[in-house]
């Protein structure tokens, strides 16, 4: 009872006139839940809603019918009973003649059609009734554009799910719908159209049955529509909107061969359009009306589609110069449009009778061009328009070639035996075996013919791929085109091997050399079935080509598309299952690559030889392995000669190889899923060069080459498993043991106490011999890329040697410490402590090292909460630069600590704000006069620098350490959290500060926490931050130095300026906003400066009318000398601001 009441509520607000569309978008759910939860039943809401679906007043009939109408369609996986579905649909199917209540009837028979048959579905009778009401009672064509979409898809919905009840409906169907869709031109009512014929063509198709009656009506209809074409564009959909019209048209025209006799002619003669759109159209049309036409109807069309695609291909060919042209010897080219459309309708044709392929090779234009064609050797000879046409009937008579064997027979009978004869080349004796110093005829010049000559090459190699599978080698046997290929391709591959080795190879050649070579891949690249020519010449082929990709470098053009084609063949190699091809490739090119990469011979181009070992190397495993090798023989030859005798040329090639293996070798193996046993071996290899090499040249070390060893050293322990980086790390820990290098810096190997007095006194890295600065950073590699489960060995030693390092200014030891930070476990339970160390010893011994304590442990003078700098022991350090090396180490733990979500980064971060303020006036008077005594005068500024810079290396992503690649401990919103905690402090100290220097190092601070800070984090506090960000970029704009800086900041506030979020913190500084925008597009040390600058101006011309008008006169002024800029992007932007602010 509850329920039928509830229910007539929302009936009668529902028909109400005054009730707005949510409103009975509510009460229609409301309905559906009772009718969902059984609190009211179908036969009770059809009983209350009586006197609305029977009433004379056609507007509260048709809301009544339409209510009712989308409750059902909210129902369709709700069980109904069979009673109430036959009521219900032929209440609807009735309701369909009441025209001022039809939406509510087709909505009702929609709902009750879609149904499925576990939940209760309309029987095919009732379907039927519902068709002939629908033919007999709706004219679509009077109704509304939703209401015709809505009939549209009953129709669809009918002939979709209920074929069979409405077949025997035959002409009264077919001519309804011909009256229901004739002159439809809504797009969207139009797609439901094109599918309805489509379904109908499914329905009918006996090409006797009732719908041959009908074929020209409805295809008259159709025809009308194409090609689809917005006469008055929208918007930016338009394009995909005539796209999805246009397929389901295309669809309709291709549903049934009746449609032949009316289509092809239409699209025949929309081919002779002046609109390029029409052609193209038509040509796809054409192309897919050819697969479902049949060729017995398409044949008789022959010659009028041969002309069509000879005249946009071959008479007025439309392609044009490819950007990669150069690199195919001048002989690369674009098709547009309407080409491309008549190769793939060439290629359709083709492939269903030969009659097609007669009538290219019969065709006169085609014939005459070749002939004269090959009568024109030289390639210069050759205009762009002859060239043009050369590259379309190649693509012509290889789609012939490749469409059967058949047609291949043809061309190759018709063409190839001239072709040979203009190059010079005589068939083989069939006594005779393949040698390449076997007597040959000389290999004749002749571009054209050696053009077509590798395109049937090209052809010949797609037919035997495509029927390798499934057609026998005895079937090729008899094949001419297959018996004329064996009897030439042996002299053809030696013509290109001769000319390729010939000295008359220039830069005037390009294009013959892109042939030959080409040829070369092409005849190497047959499939296993069909090899065209022997081992011998197959492997000399191989030798040519990889003669030029290493002794031709300097020739750029040669050596590249050679570099190519044994690309091209290794790919193919690695795909088939000849083993004796990948033995001869293996011995004949791989070997060479690798003896030219571990020979001393890779000194000259080295970096092109070694994108050559990398690009071979990567098509199959088997063969990187081997180039992997050859990497590691020339890496420690040359690594050795560069360490210990300062071979400047073997530093540069060290340092070349290395980069290679780092970047493109391992990242190969992590992408193959490979196991870890190169990256093992490579770090172990490096740690052997090292210990056989027991001196190091007195020199200076070379930067570069202990970088790339140190990135190479992380990439490949970060990719190995914690088992492999064990035995990394136990390996470079014996070797540090060995060489004394604990004791060199201050304390004794067999003692893991901390020996604080050496660490704070023994600070002469320099004195150090540069081995140990070698084994130090190569260590730290190590350690910066372990994973947190692996076990490091005698860690608190560990520990103590990255302090003391650190101290001397190795940035390095500084990313290994922060690292141990990041990953140890707090607290080690159940292991051997030699073997392993926890955080908080770590820790403590940071803290005991930098930090004075008091008497119960605690950091003396720090609580966490506020600045005091009396516990840090910069006062034991003489040495001023480590006491930025300090500062920068505190920095890199911080930002661990940090990762991590430890509470100690407070101490550090307090520690590192007390930093900045040396030169003020805040805080403890003795502890400034203590600071003052410890540090020069000249250097406090320095420290202060440093200090605000870590706040950069805390919050910046960190490629050297700290990052996913070598497995941090990454703790999620870290940034944020930071962010939230430091910019409430910072802010306050700089309202606070009196000094002028301080202030300047305080903003600086601001600037890099605030730079690298997630925009989300900053729009939430955008009133508060704008007009520090803004005092922010005047003060560090004075420097010059500070432009990197400025340009981060300026980011910042160009964000959110872009952002809804900061629109209104926007608009309550805009006048201040503007004024320093105008100031930095005058910023003359950097121009991406000005251009953001003079950006972030065109957005502020959005704001609010009354906010900028005032400045609209200043901000044209100023962008008026920006006109005048010197770099034409500024002046470009400036115009653009220009026009922005004068319409404000």
Not at 559 to 583: H, M, Q
Not at 610 to 634: H, N, P, S
Request: charged share 20%; with cysteine; net charge negative.
């Amino acid at each position: 009872m509850g329920g039928s009441t509830e229910c007539v509520k929302h009936i009668e607000l529902y028909v109400n006139s005054s009730a707005t569309s949510l409103q009975q978008e509510a009460s229609v759910n409301a309905i559906a839940t009772l009718l969902k939860n059984d609190t009211l039943n179908i036969e009770t809401l059809v009983r209350e809603m009586e006197m609305y679906l029977t009433t004379t007043d056609h507007i509260i009939r048709s809301r009544g019918i339409l209510l009712l109408a989308e409750v059902l369609a909210k129902l369709t996986s709700k069980p109904l009973t069979d009673t109430s579905i036959h009521s219900l649909i032929g209440f609807f199917s009735e309701r369909l003649a009441d025209w001022k209540a039809s939406r509510g009837a087709i909505v009702g028979c929609l709902a009750l059609l879609g149904r499925k048959k576990e939940v209760g579905m309309v029987t095919d009778s009732e379907a039927k009734a519902v068709a002939l009401s629908y033919l007999q009672n709706l004219q679509v064509q009077a109704l509304g554009q939703h209401d015709r979409k809505l009939s549209f898809r009953l129709m669809e919905c009918i002939l979709d799910h209920y074929a069979c009840a409405i077949r025997d409906l035959g002409d009264v169907l077919l001519y309804g719908i011909c009256e229901a869709i004739d002159e439809e031109k809504d797009p969207d009512c139009l797609v439901l159209v094109f599918h309805i014929i489509e379904s109908l063509a499914k329905l009918y198709p006996d090409p006797s049955g009732p719908l041959s009656k009908f074929a020209q009506d409805l295809f008259e209809i159709l025809g009308s529509y194409f090609p689809i074409h917005f006469t008055h564009r929208k918007g930016e959909d338009d394009d995909n909107k005539r796209e999805e019209l246009s397929r389901a048209l295309l669809l309709a025209f291709a549903s049934t061969p009746l449609f032949e006799p009316f289509s092809m002619p239409l699209l025949l003669e929309k081919l002779s359009s002046s609109l390029p759109s029409a052609k193209v159209e038509s040509f796809r049309y054409i192309s897919y009306c050819t697969t479902q036409y049949g060729s017995d109807r398409m044949v008789k069309y022959a010659q009028a589609l041969w002309s069509s695609v000879k005249e946009a291909t071959f008479i007025s060919p439309q392609s044009t110069v490819s950007a990669e042209s150069e690199l195919t010897g001048g002989m690369g080219f674009l098709d547009n449009d309407m080409m491309t459309q008549a190769f793939v309708l060439l290629q359709e044709v083709m492939q269903q009778d030969i009659i097609f392929t007669n009538l290219v090779l019969s065709d006169k234009d085609i014939n005459i061009f070749v002939n004269s064609l090959i009568e024109s050797t030289d390639f210069g000879d050759i205009s762009l328009l002859l060239r043009q046409k050369l590259h379309a009937a190649g693509h012509i008579l290889s789609v012939c070639a490749k469409s059967s064997a058949a047609s291949c027979n043809k061309v190759f009978e018709s063409y190839f035996p001239l072709l040979m004869n203009a190059l010079g080349i005589s068939p083989a004796k069939p006594s005779q075996k393949s040698y390449l110093d076997d007597d040959c005829s000389v290999f004749k010049l002749n571009f054209g013919a050696l053009y077509l000559c590798i395109d049937f090459l090209g052809a010949c190699r797609c037919l035997t791929a495509f029927f390798d599978n499934f057609t026998l080698v005895s079937d090729f046997a008899n094949q001419t085109w297959c018996a004329m290929l064996h009897r030439f391709s042996g002299p053809l591959m030696k013509g290109f091997i001769s000319f390729l080795g010939s000295n008359i190879v220039d830069s005037g050649h390009n294009a013959f050399v892109y042939l030959c070579v080409k040829g070369l891949q092409t005849l190497s690249t047959f499939p296993e079935s069909f090899v065209p020519v022997s081992k011998h010449l197959y492997d000399c082929s191989l030798l040519m080509l990889v003669s030029i990709v290493t002794s031709e470098i300097n020739k750029t053009f040669s050596w590249t598309s050679a570099l190519k084609a044994l690309v091209e063949i290794g790919l193919f190699i690695d795909n088939c299952p000849d083993s004796g091809r990948a033995s001869s490739y293996k011995s004949t090119v791989v070997e060479k690559i690798v003896f030219l990469i571990s020979s001393g011979d890779i000194t000259s181009s080295s970096s092109l030889k070694l994108q050559a070992a990398y690009d071979i190397g990567a098509t199959r495993k088997e063969f990187m392995v081997r180039i992997v090798q050859g990497l590691d023989e020339a890496i420690a030859v040359h690594f050795s000669a560069a360490y210990e005798l300062g071979n400047l040329e073997s530093d540069k090639l060290a340092t070349e190889l290395l980069d290679t293996y780092s970047n493109k070798v391992l990242p190969w193996f992590l992408e193959t899923g490979d196991s870890e046993e190169i990256p093992i071996k490579f770090a172990l290899g490096i740690w052997a060069n090292i210990e056989n090499s027991r001196c190091i040249n007195p020199r200076p070390p070379d930067n570069n080459l202990l970088g790339a060893t140190m990135t190479a050293m992380k990439k490949a322990v970060g990719s190995c498993t914690v088992e492999g980086q064990e035995m990394i790390i136990n390996k470079s820990y014996e070797l540090l043991l060995e060489s004394n290098c604990f004791e060199s810096m201050g304390f004794q190997s067999d003692n893991c106490s901390s020996k604080l007095k050496g660490l704070q006194q023994n600070h002469n890295f320099g004195s150090s011999t540069y081995r140990y600065e070698w084994l130090i950073s190569l260590f730290a590699s190590v350690v910066i890329a372990l994973r947190p489960q692996a076990c490091i060995p005698n860690g608190k030693m560990m520990v103590q040697l990255f302090i003391s390092a650190i101290l001397n200014g190795h940035v390095s030891s500084a990313h290994a410490l922060s690292a141990l930070v990041n990953k140890l476990p707090s607290k080690i339970t159940g292991i051997n402590s030699f073997r392993s160390i926890s955080l908080e010893e770590v820790l403590d011994m940071i803290f005991g090292s930098f930090f004075r304590t008091s008497s119960n442990g605690s950091m003396s003078g720090n609580d966490g909460h506020e600045i005091d700098l009396s516990g840090l022991k910069l006062d034991t350090l003489r040495i001023q630069s480590a006491k930025s090396n300090v500062v920068i180490g505190l920095a890199w733990i911080g930002k661990a600590l940090l990762m991590r979500g430890h509470v100690k980064v407070k101490d550090i971060t307090m520690t590192l704000l007390g930093l900045l303020m040396l030169d003020g006036n805040i805080g403890d008077s003795n502890q400034l006069q203590e600071w003052t005594e410890v540090c020069d005068e000249e250097y406090v500024p320095q420290l202060m620098k440093c200090a605000a810079d870590s706040f950069h290396i805390i919050m910046s992503d960190s490629e050297e350490c700290l990052n996913r690649r070598y497995h941090a401990v990454i703790r999620p919103l870290y940034k944020q959290r930071f962010f939230s905690s430091v910019i409430p402090i910072l802010s306050s100290l700089v309202v606070k500060s009196e000094s002028s220097s301080v202030r300047s190092m305080l903003y600086r601070a601001f600037a890099h926490v605030v730079s690298d800070a997630p925009l989300t984090a900053i729009l939430s506090e955008a009133k508060k931050l704008i007009p520090i960000l803004l005092d922010c970029l005047a003060i560090l704009s004075m420097d010059v130095l500070d432009k990197d800086i400025i340009y981060n900041v300026l980011l910042v506030v160009s964000g959110l300026l872009t952002d809804r979020n900061g629109e209104e913190a926007v608009i309550g500084n805009a006048p201040r906003i503007i004024n320093q925008l105008i100031d930095l597009t005058a910023y003359s040390q950097s121009m991406a400066i000005r251009e953001t600058a003079i950006q972030c101006l065109v957005a502020m011309s959005e704001l609010p009318h009354t906010r900028i008008y005032p400045l609209k006169t200043q901000v044209l002024q100023s962008i008026s000398k920006a006109l005048d800029d010197p770099k034409r992007i500024i002046r470009q932007e400036a115009v653009r601001c220009r026009s922005a602010w004068a319409s404000v």
